[in-house]
């Protein structure tokens, strides 16, 4: 079955840059998404189609993608970012199974 | 304002039944795909089952084939999740989530949660 790879942490500093990869085969052919889940939250959708913003997520949140890699990139992270993030697909038929990666624990040190 | 609110959570002894609901509420319910995703404590995120629109059409993750089945009432904007002969490993939260205009069956709205619990 497809599956999605990401670190299981990602630490920084306030103010600096985070950066958390998410890698899969079929990456190259089809979108990525992200969520950002906090501790007892439902997920929140923060990347679309690779690297796309839906409205009312903060301009810190960038996504792009090379190859067979997406990543999820905070700029500025500040406190309120600790977090999991996840990453979400498909395979290269675009259809179901819906695929998450396992998530990465974002820690602001 | 979007609004999805599960029911139906709670304890259950392995090889036993549940039914799971989803009030939807805030958009044209027929006009979306619908989900559930479950997640194990402490783990990740894990889709479950999702139903087209009209409800011709669903999909089940390997673990729940033959054992869920996802179903929606239009009339009544309201989402289910039968779950049968369950199993220790079937244990979480469990998501109703609603298929976003990105598309690749990506959310963009998820319910609150309610717990399954499968213990003797």
């Known amino acids: 079955s497809y599956e999605l790879t990401q670190p299981p942490s990602v630490s920084v500093s306030p103010g600096q840059t985070a950066r958390i990869t998410c890698s899969g085969d079929a990456l190259p052919k089809q979108y990525a998404y992200w969520y950002q889940q906090k501790p007892g939250q439902a997920p929140v959708l923060v990347i679309y189609?690779?690297?796309e913003r839906p409205s009312g997520i903060f301009e810190r949140f960038s996504g792009s993608s090379s190859g067979t890699t997406v990543t999820l990139t905070i700029s500025g992270v500040q406190a309120e970012d600790e977090a999991d993030y996840y990453c979400q697909s498909a395979d290269r038929s675009g259809s179901y199974p819906v695929v998450f990666g396992g998530g990465t624990k974002l820690t602001v040190l | 304002e979007v609004q999805l609110v599960e029911s139906g959570g709670g304890l259950v002894q392995p090889g036993g039944s549940l039914r799971l609901s989803c009030a939807a509420s805030g958009f044209t319910f027929s006009n979306y795909a619908m989900n559930w995703v479950r997640q194990a404590p402490g783990k990740g995120l894990e889709w479950v089952a999702a139903i087209s629109g009209s409800g011709g059409s669903t999909h089940y993750a390997d673990p729940v084939k033959g054992r869920f089945t996802i179903s929606r009432d239009n009339s009544k904007n309201t989402l289910f999740l039968q779950m049968n002969t369950l199993r220790a490993e079937d244990t979480a939260v469990y998501y109703c989530a609603k298929d976003s205009d990105y598309g690749d069956h990506s959310v963009d709205y998820w319910g609150q949660g309610t717990l399954v619990t499968v213990s003797s």
């Open positions: 189609k690779d690297s």
